[in-house]
Nanobody, 120 residues
Framework: QVELVESGGGLVQAGDSLRLSCAAS????????MGWYRRVLGKERELVAS???????NYAFSVKGRFTISKDNAKNTLYLQMNSLKPEDTAVYYC??????????????WGQGTQVTVSS
């Protein structure tokens, strides 16, 4: 019902920047909030940043001051601007959309993920 496609990942050096994009399609009117999650090899998936339909944002402590989440409603696209990247940021980054605005039987949808690798 909601399809999410991430892009923008890649291999960079410590201190560099990347901007991830997540294009949403389908029943986007059902989306109440969106977020970026990441999974580090051997660890559980963790929330990086989230944004509600009203524009309220939240960030993981480890990325505050370095990452910025934003969205372009006209383009149905979510962004994650990542500055001052560290090797510890290396992970697969996933886009998530909460769809609790609609009684669809699903709480959220996930993208396929995009790899971010930061070398030292």
């Amino acid at each position: 019902q909601v399809e999410l496609v991430e892009s923008g990942g890649g291999l960079v050096q410590a201190g560099d920047s990347l901007r991830l994009s997540c294009a949403a399609s389908g029943d986007t009117i059902c989306i109440s909030a969106m977020g970026w999650y990441r999974r580090v090899l051997g660890k559980e998936r963790e929330l990086v940043a989230s944004i509600t339909s009203g524009g309220s944002t939240n960030y993981a402590f480890s990325v505050k001051g370095r990452f910025t989440i934003s969205k372009d409603n006209a383009k149905n696209t979510l962004y994650l601007q990542m500055n001052s990247l560290k090797p510890e940021d290396t992970a697969v980054y996933y886009c998530n959309a909460d769809v609790t605005n609609c009684p669809t039987g699903f709480d959220d949808f996930w993208g396929q993920g995009t790899q971010v690798t930061v070398s030292s």
